[in-house]
């Protein structure tokens, strides 16, 4: 029997996460979220240009969190494709600025061999937790006129946009901010490291729940053999990349609560699931696929990885590129050489700053060559 996460009760997360987004669509004031989001990202725009006069790479925020300015340029700087993409892009080359193309390319090619993808996008820190940057960026926490509980209004507008282009391309998008921005005050903890770019291991293990439940067990899983997997959470203290960045000779230190994955070890941390290259399932991406995966960065087993592995009860197949999810992911995936022999689905992770951050940019790449 395969072991999902019940820690973290993925059911109640996902009915929590769709009553949040219901029930403040009829009661929130359009017209004043419009204009606190357009205050937000006006007041962020100039945290960044700021940030950049001082050749400063990270803002720090309140209680201890910190913001890397790059994504922080991203949620803000407005939209980033089609005539905007050169204007906007970090990219080297200015040719490869717009990501649209790329990814319904690389959508395409899959597509045409057979093979889903699911393009998993992931929410800048300042969209879930605003407040923590600056305390002018708390919102209501219900409507004045009816007092019903509303959310945080969305400050990914622009690319929640782009998204909609993406799916009306055939593009499938896997949204995690509705669920994140649910579960964003649970008193395990936050769904990001305070200190780190990354998101937290409840993060990861909430980006896995979503996955899994857009998934939706497809026919091909159920004629497999199916792992049987047990959970530990236990606290871990890491030295994020964002403290080091500050303060490289005294980095604070924080401690998060981490949900390791594998096979059963007799009540102790579970054994991780080894990554198979011929597994039916690929994740790919950026560091947000190895950030608790891979023992250099904090921890192994209890990352995106292993959460799917545990969830669907298989091992998977990982191609993971640090500081890098756009373009280098999918010439590494080339130049295996195989067409994804045998590949039923494609997760595609990354940090939404690679939409304008990429110093390679995006880049069309035949990773499935016709013979």
Known sequence: MTHRLPSLNPLALLLAATALMATPAAAADPDATAAFVTRVHQAIRSKVDSANQRELKVLKGNDGWLFFVPELRTLSVGPFWGKHAQGVSMASNKRY???????????TQLKAAGIRLLVV?????????????DKNFTAPSSDTNTKKPV????????????????????????????GFLAQRNDPRGPLYCKTDTHWSGRGAALAAITILAQLDDPAWIKKLAR???????TPVTITGDLARMLKPDQPTRETLPLTFMGKPNNRRRPIPTPISRNSPVLVTGDSHTLVFHDPTLYARGAGLP?????????????????????????ISLLR????????????????????TESFSGWRKVPVIRRR
């Open 97 to 107: 600025a717009d990501p649209l193309e790329p990814i319904v390319d690389f959508h």
């Open 121 to 133: 996008p992931v929410p800048a820190k300042c969209s879930v937790y605003p407040e923590q940057l």
């Open 151 to 178: 959310p945080p209004p969305r400050l990914d507008i622009h690319q929640q946009a782009f998204h909609e282009m993406l799916k009306r391309r055939g593009v499938e998008v896997v949204d995690l901010l509705p």
């Open 227 to 233: 792992l049987n997997s047990a959970s530990l959470t």
């Open 306 to 330: 292993d959460h799917i592995a545990a969830g669907l009860g298989i091992p998977v197949d990982l191609i993971g590129v640090r500081g890098s999810g756009a373009t280098a992911t999918r």
């Open 336 to 355: 295996r050489r195989d067409n994804l022999k045998g590949k039923k689905l494609v997760i595609w992770c990354f940090s939404i700053r690679e939409y």
